[in-house]
């Protein structure tokens, strides 16, 4: 399959401290790839590198051919990379409606479009007149994750799923979108429950790249467990 999302040499710096240094990775089209890691190994700022929401030092980032390191954050998610936060971005005053309308420019929020929204998510569709503020943590993360899909990503990033969502429900989510044919980039520090689900994965810690391959590798590999659970000389 052909690379959609292509990451070479990436590097962040905040206040002399590196945040990411000469991390690479490859989506290909149509694959979930893992992005793992305890905490601060940079999985969030890579995200925030790859969306434009931070600048990168050095590096390129590559959308289907299109240098995008120019380009700012609306350019980048005009050209389909699309994110469903950790922290989700809301607007309190709105309801869940009203707030996924936000996101679709490009769709018409009623008939087939919610309806095949609500197939990934059917724990909203009682919930679609209630404002987002009062909602559960859970529904949040779905409300935004809906954002996301309502922008017609080519790439969908989502950011520690798992441990608002839980196991069981978030691999089952995540697995009816890449039957469908999403390309995902999925970051967590819960890496077995990622790699059961995924084609490839990476491992970060303390901003650098340790460690790439298989499921299978990775799974057999005693240091994985050590690197997210945040020791970063892990695989020192």
Same mark, same amino acid.
């Given at each position: ?30 694959q979930?790839?893992a ?28 959308? =289907? ?7 700012g954050?609306? @350019? ?19 309801a ?9 420019t ?6 087939? =479009? ?77 890496a ?12 970060? @810690? ?7 391959g ?19 000389n =892990?695989?020192?």
């Open positions: 399959m052909p690379v959609l999302l292509e990451v070479r040499a990436i590097e962040a710096v905040a206040d002399g401290d590196w945040l990411v240094r000469n991390v690479s990775l490859e989506v290909e089209d149509g979930t790839v992005l793992l890691g305890g905490a601060a190994a940079g999985k969030t700022v890579l995200f925030d590198l790859l969306l434009g929401l931070r600048p990168a030092r050095d590096g390129t980032i590559r959308l =289907a051919g299109q240098d995008l390191m120019p380009r954050t609306l @350019a980048r998610q005009q050209l389909g990379l699309r994110c469903a936060f950790q922290i989700p971005p809301i607007f309190p005053g709105l869940v409606r009203e707030h996924l309308e936000l996101a679709a490009s769709v018409r929020l009623e008939g087939p =479009a919610l309806d095949r929204l609500l197939n990934y998510l059917p724990e909203l569709e009682a919930r679609l007149d209630e404002p987002v503020a009062g909602l559960e943590p859970e529904l949040l993360r779905l409300v935004d994750l809906g954002r996301a899909l309502l922008g017609l990503p080519r790439v969908l990033l989502i950011d520690n799923l798992m441990p608002v969502l839980g196991v069981e429900r978030a691999q089952a989510l995540l697995q009816s979108l890449a039957l469908d044919g999403y390309t995902l980039l999925v970051a967590d520090r819960w077995e429950s990622v790699l059961e689900i995924a084609d490839h994965g990476y491992v970060l @810690a303390a901003g650098r790249l340790v460690a790439a298989s499921p299978r590798e990775l799974l057999a590999d005693g240091r994985l467990i050590a690197a997210v659970a945040g020791d970063p =892990a695989y020192a």
